[in-house]
């Protein structure tokens, strides 16, 4: 009954009423119901005894009525209990496999009444690029609701069309940021011309005066791909909106109102999800769908390389004096004949190889799975210590070396573990440095692995393998410059040139490589470079 009517009936039944008609007769008069009559009378005495304020009285509330969720309600309230942060995308998903057959917009407004309103947004400003040229992407650590596994979420978008692809790891190692990026680029068909991501490690490895010193094997990475890497300002996220955003879609979608058994089984759903959910997605300027659009940008991509880039992990390690080298706490069988070697390495997803220094081929194996403690191949039948290989091993850094194994051997009842011990201290320090450890040890007769370790640690500084290879081919570059000798000019000779003087001649004199250079003046105000 429209308001304005409900006042005029109210005033005649109270203006009949007070003449003293009965009910009946102002319900024949007014043609209308003689409850109607009794209410409207019941309603105007207690507003009478109550009160009301102008505003109730000029805005009433519609009657409310039936909704096709009233019956889903408890299944409702028991869905956002289980699953607090419940999107409205979800849960017309769950209503609709349980025979809801009612839109969107209605389970939006139900859900947006229980929860209240929501915090206004804030505006920021959006960056579109050309098509083809700029892809961005990062990691997102998710716990998996149901198994609870930690798992580190892969996300590549294309700038323009916002065609992505998702992978899930248990790590972030940099060799699993390469394979992600190659795996993206097979699936995008092409290279786009730029990559924007973040300071992560394995990309970055660090920050001078406010500029990312890039990681040389990404860059030798970016290099093969044809693409250039833009890092984004720390602590601004929106910097790479277009990567953040599908982020936001899987935590409430995705990650949301789901339980997953496994790490394998969330990969699965991630793969139907990645294709039936965030490619079907619309487009947030052309409103068409995803994968509509990722099709048109693929033509305007880089070309991929023939051939793939070796995204292999290359580590370095000692055979133990079982014949095996570890990774990541498994050992692969090596031929005995290499124990105490330093062999490298490389370790795909599915297999790991072995080769010597000289890049010959040792052994090949599945891959085990991390962490699982196992051992690949049969070991050979023998001793635990072969005192005479591994004498052979340490003989090999010389008559010193030698000399110590010797002399080790002949005090120590058990020489087998000092022996290995010491042909380890090659992983962290240089074999140089070790062998004028073992030298400095015999001056006191100390022939003991902890009492070289310790004269290492005091002595010299721990290198890297990196930095042991640079050492090496610096040494065989000077060796290889010796016949061919460059004698560079003292700089004081140039002054003619740095004044413009030409009646001042260059001294023919050339300068020797050991004349050390004059220290440059660092004037006060003036910033001195560092090299």
């Not at 917009?105 to 700029?134: D, F, S």
């Amino acid at each position: 009954m429209d308001e304005e009517v409900r006042r005029r009936l109210a005033y005649e039944a109270q203006r009949r009423k007070q003449r003293g008609e009965s009910e009946r007769a102002i319900s024949r008069a007014l043609a209308v119901h003689r409850n109607t009559v009794r209410r409207l009378l019941e309603e105007l005495e207690a507003r009478r005894d109550h009160g009301e304020s102008a505003l109730q009285r000029e805005v009433k509330k519609p009657a409310p009525r039936g909704s096709k969720l009233d019956r889903y309600s408890d299944q409702i309230e028991a869905w956002l209990k289980e699953y607090e942060n419940l999107t409205a995308v979800r849960l017309h998903e769950k209503l609709t496999a349980h025979g809801f057959d009612g839109g969107y917009t209605i389970v939006r407004e139900h859900l947006k009444a229980l929860r209240g309103r929501a915090k206004p947004k804030q505006a920021y400003e959006r960056v579109e690029t050309p098509v083809g040229y700029q892809a961005q992407f990062d990691w997102s650590p998710y716990v998996l609701p149901g198994c609870g596994v930690k798992v580190n979420l892969w996300s590549c978008t294309l700038s323009w069309s916002r065609g992505r692809t998702f992978e899930a790891s248990d790590n972030t190692r940099q060799t699993t940021i390469l394979n992600c990026l190659k795996a993206s680029f097979q699936r995008f068909g092409g290279v786009p011309q730029q990559c924007v991501t973040d300071s992560m490690p394995g990309v970055v490895d660090r920050w001078e005066c406010e500029q990312p010193i890039l990681n040389v094997r990404f860059v030798d990475f970016a290099a093969f791909y044809r693409f250039s890497a833009h890092i984004a300002p720390r602590g601004c996220g929106r910097y790479k909106g277009k990567v953040e955003r599908p982020f936001w879609f899987a935590e409430l979608n995705l990650l949301n109102g789901r339980k997953f058994a496994s790490l394998d089984d969330f990969k699965e759903v991630l793969a139907w999800w990645s294709a039936e959910r965030a490619m079907r997605r619309p487009h947030p300027d052309s409103h068409r769908p995803i994968a509509e659009m990722f099709e048109a940008e693929r033509l305007h991509l880089q070309p991929l390389p023939t051939r793939p880039y070796d995204t292999r992990e290359v580590a370095v390690r000692l055979v133990d004096t079982y014949g095996y080298v570890q990774h990541q706490t498994n050992f692969y069988r090596v031929p005995d004949k290499h124990i105490g070697e330093l062999v490298y390495v490389c370790v795909d997803i599915e297999r790991i190889e072995v080769f010597d220094r000289g890049i010959h081929r040792l052994a090949e194996h599945e891959r085990l799975p991390d962490g699982a403690g196992l051992r690949r191949g049969v070991p050979g039948k023998r001793q635990r210590y072969d005192l005479v290989l591994l004498a052979e091993r340490l003989a090999a850094w010389g008559d010193v070396a030698e000399t110590f194994g010797e002399r080790l051997r002949a005090r120590k009842r058990f020489a087998g573990p000092e022996l290995t011990h010491i042909l380890g201290l090659q992983l962290t320090w240089s074999a140089d440095d070790v062998v004028a450890a073992l030298e400095h040890a015999m001056r006191y007769d100390a022939y003991d692995a902890r009492a070289v370790e310790r004269i290492l640690e005091a002595r010299f500084k721990p290198r890297s393998l990196e930095g042991q290879m640079a050492e090496t081919t610096r040494t065989q570059i000077r060796a290889a410059m010796r016949a061919h000798p460059v004698k560079q000019r003292a700089l004081t000779e140039y002054a003619a040139l740095r004044d413009g003087d030409g009646g001042h001649t260059l001294s023919s004199t050339p300068r020797d490589d050991h004349e050390e250079e004059p220290e440059p003046s660092n004037v006060e105000g003036e910033p001195q470079a560092h090299l």
